[in-house]
């Protein structure tokens, strides 16, 4: 795991500045941020690919979105038990309280037993989605969020890579917190900045999990349409 070559292969293109300053206003905009979504996506897979330059061009809107919405549409799938376990909490808090709003001792026990088990959940699936992320970012296709056996022999046969890759994109996010002390413009250089370093981190735990010409097979073009 190159760690050094994550922050700084950005700048290896001629043309950063542009791309990087495209895909930060795109990230501010509601919705309309899907597309850096998938942008990233895309250059995690030049990454695994071993492109020498492995930002993409700005010329795959649509598809990029698609690509954007599908990581949102998975992340909702998998937020589903904490949003239900989240409401079974908020029903055993309505119900085990009393005129004062205070929780009887089972009802207390139940509620902060739901919210534990939100947080284990979240935690899981903070160290899980990276490598359904990297699944589907080199096949493509939208079944790869739910292979689990294919997710946890990612994980499993590169454990400290893929440990690495999780502890960069954490580094890079606090990176990109620092654009707010330099105001928007900061910001919309920092934030997007941020992803692309996490990208190309988890773009070479897809490398070593699949070398470049097995994902030759997966994805003969770079302008293939995404699958569903």
């Known amino acids: 795991m190159d760690i050094g070559k994550a922050f700084t292969y950005v700048f290896d293109d001629e043309n ?41 061009e700005w010329d795959d809107w649509g598809g990029d979105f698609v690509r954007g919405l599908m990581i ?32 009887s001792g089972v009802g207390a026990t139940c509620f902060f037993g739901v919210q534990c088990l939100s947080v284990l959940w979240g935690i899981a699936m903070a160290l ?19 292979r689990f056996g294919e997710i946890w022999a990612l994980i499993s046969g590169n454990l400290g890579a893929y440990g690495m890759a999780i502890l960069t994109m954490i580094i890079a996010s606090l990176v990109s917190g620092l654009g707010t002390i330099l105001c928007i413009v900061g910001v919309i250089f920092t934030s ?8 190309h981190a988890y773009g070479q ?8 010409t097995t994902l030759d097979a997966f994805l003969p073009g770079q302008k293939d349409e995404p699958a569903f």
Do not use: C
């Not at 206003?25 to 998938?38: H, K, Q, S």
């Not at 735990?205 to 470049?212: G, I, K, R, S, Y």
């Open 72 to 103: 949102a549409i998975a992340g909702v799938i998998y937020a589903l038990p904490v949003i239900l376990l989240s409401g079974v909490g908020a029903i055993i808090g309505a119900i085990s309280s009393d005129q004062y709003g205070n929780l």
């Open 205 to 212: 735990v897809a490398a070593e999990a699949h070398p470049p």
């Open 128 to 146: 899980w989605m990276p490598a359904a992320t990297i699944q589907y970012a080199t096949t493509d296709e939208f079944g790869a969020f739910f």
């Open 16 to 56: 950063w500045i542009k791309k990087i300053l495209i895909g930060g206003i795109v990230t501010i905009i509601p919705v309309v941020n899907l597309i850096a979504a998938g942008y990233g996506l895309r250059a995690l897979r030049n990454v695994a690919r071993g492109e020498e330059k492995p930002l993409p």
């Open 192 to 199: 997007f900045y941020g992803t692309l370093v996490g990208m």
